[in-house]
């Protein structure tokens, strides 16, 4: 760091204020050494790591036909049919009582004092919770190809990466949604609860009931827009069906790959905003 | 160059319709410590908030160094350290930890850093602890971090909520010993407070407040000799045996110079008394000589406490 002369102080000690980006990555550094200590990291990467285990245990064993017809099958089935609950721990985890644990447990009155800008904290916690979240889905991911290297060979198919690209979007989602709700409490355990019930049941719910009595495309939920990363390992990519006659006709949806990220980008570019002001604007009383 | 300064313009705070804060208008200027003195209640920590920008103001302005806090807070508060309603620190953080993560924040270079957080850590008594997690800390070892914390940057101002609550007297004493020390380099200090002989021990201004509105702000001495109505010539006095009226009202108040002599309780008498300190050490002796079980012979309340209890009359 340079001395520099225009400083106004009285003071000996020469100090430039840093740029709010480094701000930024200094609240995410020391946010990732809490979460590393924290119990609740290591709980998660716990419940990752026996999903996994139980995976390779089942599937070693039992060697389901499904699984094993073709390295495309076997990752829809393994990385497919879990990844997104991963996606969705993680950020009930981390984002859930992001925001309003600060204020719960008044670790917020610690920084915001400081000259840093608010949305510097919000940013920092909110990249400090996708790195260690990124961690749990790169786990999850390693023991999923170590599997199908294991069956497969090194043949690893390219929707399984596009797959793995559309989870980390949806993560970002998913933290920008958790961040923004839990900027709305100030009890931890309510703002938790409540990401969980959505996106463990109500989103699930609404999307069967939107397409099954309302029968419309659920365009507006964020679940939705997720099914980008199972459908893209399907071969062929699968498309929007109807099926049955006349009353009894259903439609299932299938999202198309732009749908996908056009949702998933606007629910982070949203709920980003969303949060970002409320925190701006929250007070500390 | 300039002096340090806290400025509030109007300053107003209303929860609901209920004025926290009322046209605060305030101006503190130069190195110096004010007491920011008021009952519960009366709008100092609402007062201190503003000026940290943790809550916003319904009205008004708050300045430091002639930068307002809102929406200025990064330019504003770089010269300020505050610490307001003992925050939490991260409990699995140590206190190198977290006062490295406000070292960075605040651009402390990288080379000092490290003296810089031992050196504060040790002001505070805490060495022992600086490796230790914090969630394992009592509360005043805490404040004391939180202490070390504001501190860390050598600010010019430092805005302070009660800044001893929750330490034992060993730690009140240091606390003001650092607090003098601030004083004489040149820095700001704005402090709230319930103790007022602290107060009175290591500020040179008292800023009253009251159902959110400053009731004076000037210096210790004259607040103290406007408002207190016995211009600090109180004297009380104990006794090993319960005393009459009799002998309070006979012996007592009968002698030269003396206003009045009413009995606090059975054992104690409060006297006011017109004359200085040559006139006190007479009617100490004039006591004693009457051998009515005189135990002991003080000042029963501070100068400022008299004023503060004469300006505040009830309690919320
Ligand atoms: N979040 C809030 N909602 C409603 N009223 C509030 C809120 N915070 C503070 N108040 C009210 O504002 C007034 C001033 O409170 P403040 O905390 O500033 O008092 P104080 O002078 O610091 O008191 P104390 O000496 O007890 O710390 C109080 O009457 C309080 O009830
Ligand atoms: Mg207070």
Not at chain 1, 229 to 236: A, H, M, Q, R, V
Not at chain 2, 39 to 67: H, Q, V, Y
Not at chain 2, 279 to 285: G, K, V
Request: net charge positive.
């Amino acid at each position: 760091m340079s001395q520099s002369p225009t400083r106004l102080s009285s003071s000996t000690r020469t100090q430039i204020l840093p740029s709010s980006i480094s701000q930024v990555g200094t609240v995410t550094k020391y946010e990732l050494v809490n979460y590393f200590r924290s119990r609740r990291f290591f709980v998660l990467l716990v419940i990752g790591v026996i999903i996994s285990a139980l995976l390779t245990v089942l599937v070693g064993y039992y060697r389901p036909a499904d699984f094993m017809s073709s390295s495309l099958k076997f990752y829809y089935n393994w990385f497919g049919g879990s990844v997104t609950f991963i996606i969705i721990l993680s950020g009930i985890f981390y984002g859930g009582d992001a925001i309003s644990g600060e204020f719960q447990n008044k670790t917020g009155y610690f920084l915001v004092a400081n000259p840093l800008r608010r949305s510097a904290i919000y940013i920092g916690k909110w990249l400090g919770a996708l790195i260690a979240s990124m961690i749990m889905l790169a786990v999850f991911t390693a023991i999923a190809i170590g599997n199908g290297v294991y069956y497969f060979g090194l043949s690893i198919p390219y929707q399984l990466w596009v797959s793995v690209l559309f989870g980390l979007l949806y993560l970002i989602a998913v933290l920008g949604f958790t961040f923004f709700f839990s900027s709305l409490f100030k009890s931890s355990s309510i703002s938790i609860l409540v990401t969980a019930i959505l996106f463990l049941f109500a989103f699930m719910l609404i999307q069967t009931l939107v397409e099954g009595l309302v029968k419309i495309e659920p365009w507006f939920l964020i679940t939705y827009g997720a099914q980008i990363i199972t459908n893209t390992l399907i071969d062929p990519y699968p498309t929007t069906s109807t099926q049955g006659f006349g009353p009894n006709v259903f439609t299932s949806y299938a999202t198309t790959i732009p749908e996908g990220i056009a949702i998933l980008s606007a629910y982070f570019l949203i709920t980003a905003v969303l949060g970002l002001l409320i925190f701006e604007r929250r007070e500390f009383t | 160059m300039n002096s340090p300064s806290i400025e509030a313009v109007n300053l107003s705070k209303r929860y609901g319709s209920f004025p926290a804060l009322s046209n605060l208008n305030l101006k503190i200027e130069g190195s110096k410590c004010v007491g920011f003195l008021g009952p519960n209640g009366a709008g100092k920590t609402t007062t201190l908030k503003i000026f940290t920008d943790m809550i916003r103001a319904s009205e008004g302005r708050a300045l430091i160094n002639g930068i307002e806090v809102h929406p200025n807070k990064k330019k504003a508060l770089e010269s300020a350290g505050a610490l307001i309603e003992s925050p939490e620190i991260y409990p699995s953080l140590t206190p190198r930890e977290a006062l490295s993560m406000v070292a960075e924040l605040r651009g402390l270079p990288k080379g000092e850093r490290r003296k810089t957080i031992e050196d504060a850590v040790a002001e505070v008594k805490m060495e022992e602890w600086l490796d230790k997690k914090v969630g394992k800390f009592s509360k005043g070892m805490k404040q004391r971090i939180n202490i070390a914390a504001a501190l860390l940057s050598d600010p010019e101002v430092v805005l302070l909520d009660e800044p001893t609550t929750g330490l034992d007297p060993r730690g009140m004493a240091e606390v003001r010993d650092i607090v003098k020390s601030l004083k004489k380099r040149n820095r700001l200090i704005f402090m709230s407070s319930h103790l007022l002989n602290e107060v009175q021990d290591i500020c040179d201004e008292v800023a009253m407040i009251d159902h959110g509105k400053l009731l004076v702000y000037d210096t210790l001495s004259n607040v103290t000799t406007r408002f207190s109505k016995d211009s600090g010539n109180v004297i009380e006095i104990e006794f090993l045996r319960d005393i009459d009226y009799q002998s309070v009202n006979k012996n007592i108040a009968s002698l030269a110079n003396v206003n009045s002599a009413e009995r606090i309780d059975s054992r104690r008498v409060r006297i006011k008394f017109s004359g200085g300190a040559p006139i006190q050490e007479r009617l100490l002796s004039d006591i004693v000589t009457m051998k009515i079980g005189m135990i002991s012979f003080h000042s029963p309340t501070s100068a400022l406490e008299d004023t503060y209890l004469n300006l505040i009359k009830d309690t919320l």
